[in-house]
């Protein structure tokens, strides 16, 4: 059974920093492209960056140059790390595996970015 299991979010003040981690269990995880999406209420679910088995790395162009993902396939994770935080990135953020037609997500966790 896929599990992804994310943490780090938080509530920060615009222009700051948070990490976010994804733990998955049940899949072979490095040959899965993992990746991070956001859904800000009341608009649909956006790709923030994956990072494919290969290291091949995308972002959503507002994000180039603040976030960064990073997988450490020893121990199973994906990190973004989010910084000069703006109010725009508030959103929750979810993980994502996917391999083919196979996809799993993460439950989400709220990412609140407010003076």
């Known amino acids: 059974q896929v599990q992804l299991v994310e943490s780090g979010g938080g509530l920060v003040q615009p222009g700051g920093s948070l990490r976010l981690s994804c733990a998955a269990s049940g899949i072979i995880f490095n040959i899965y492209t993992m990746g991070w999406y956001r859904q800000a209420p009341g608009k649909q679910r956006e790709l923030v960056a994956t990072?494919?088995?290969?290291?091949?790395?995308r972002y959503l162009d507002s994000v180039k140059g603040r976030f960064t993902i990073v997988r450490d396939n020893a121990k199973n994770t994906v990190f973004l790390q989010m910084n000069n935080l703006k109010s725009e990135d508030t959103a929750v953020y979810y993980c994502?595996?996917?391999?083919?037609?196979?996809?799993?997500w993460g439950q989400g966790t709220q990412v609140t970015v407010s003076s």
């Open positions: 994502n595996a996917a391999l083919g037609l196979t996809m799993a």
């Open positions: 990072i494919n088995s290969d290291g091949t790395i």
